[in-house]
């Protein structure tokens, strides 16, 4: 059993955290295995929890549209959350959640070794990038984190929510389009 199949059965029988209870299914992750670019949100939806995939709702549409803008689809990045069951109601997950966890995550990012993460919104930049993180104001701006390029866009949810943040998220998405075009190795669209 390869590195990644053996973290994914032991994510899929974890019991580590209530939200195990009221799970449908797991969301491991999705993409390319060897993908140099690594997105990262805070936990699954309904719609995920239901199909056992991330970002496949209403949000994980406008994600990969905004994505395409820059030539990106889940054959060339990999897509995974700090929780991988869903908080009931969609709540943001509760920081023990987290803890019990961000272990997956961890060696999910061991074994794809990216060049380049970028969290969805705030819950996954405060865990990844700066407890003290602000969204509002830090989006789209890279920092260096042990060799890896780390920033962070707003949430799909929130831009759903709030269209007005589509603008500054456009330029976020060109200048990831640049750092993509400085670091990776690969030739993207």
């Known amino acids: 059993?390869?590195?990644?199949?053996?973290?994914?059965?032991?994510?899929?029988?974890?019991?580590?955290?209530?939200?195990?209870?009221?799970?449908?299914?797991?969301?491991?992750?999705?993409?390319?295995r060897d993908a140099e670019i690594l997105f990262v949100g805070e936990g699954p939806g309904q719609q995920e929890d239901l199909?056992?995939?991330?970002?496949?709702?209403?949000?994980?549409?406008?994600?990969?549209?905004m994505l395409s803008i820059i030539d990106l689809d889940r054959s060339n990045y990999y897509i995974a959350n700090i929780v991988k069951c869903r908080p009931?109601?969609?709540r943001d997950p509760?920081?023990?959640?987290?803890?019990?966890?961000?272990?997956?995550?961890?060696?999910?990012?061991?074994?794809l070794r990216p060049k380049i993460i970028v969290c969805l919104g705030r819950i996954a930049a405060k865990r990844l990038i700066d407890e003290n993180f602000r969204i509002t104001r830090e989006h789209g701006?890279?920092?260096?984190?042990?060799?890896?390029?780390?920033?962070?866009?707003?949430?799909?949810?929130?831009l759903l929510?709030?269209?007005?943040?589509?603008?500054?998220t456009f330029r976020?998405?060109?200048?990831?389009?640049?750092?993509?075009?400085?670091?990776?190795?690969?030739k993207y669209g």
């Open 88 to 90: 009931p109601q969609n």
């Open 94 to 111: 509760l920081e023990s959640e987290q803890d019990a966890c961000i272990g997956y995550l961890r060696r999910q990012v061991q074994l």
């Open 51 to 65: 199909q056992g995939r991330p970002f496949v709702g209403a949000a994980g549409k406008l994600l990969d549209d």
């Open 161 to 168: 929510r709030d269209q007005s943040k589509r603008p500054e």
């Open 172 to 186: 976020d998405l060109l200048a990831l389009r640049e750092k993509i075009r400085q670091v990776c190795e690969r």
């Open 141 to 158: 701006q890279f920092v260096e984190k042990s060799g890896v390029w780390m920033t962070a866009l707003y949430h799909p949810a929130a």
């Open 1 to 32: 059993m390869s590195g990644w199949d053996a973290l994914e059965a032991a994510c899929r029988d974890c019991r580590a955290c209530p939200l195990c209870e009221t799970r449908h299914n797991v969301v491991f992750g999705d993409g390319a």
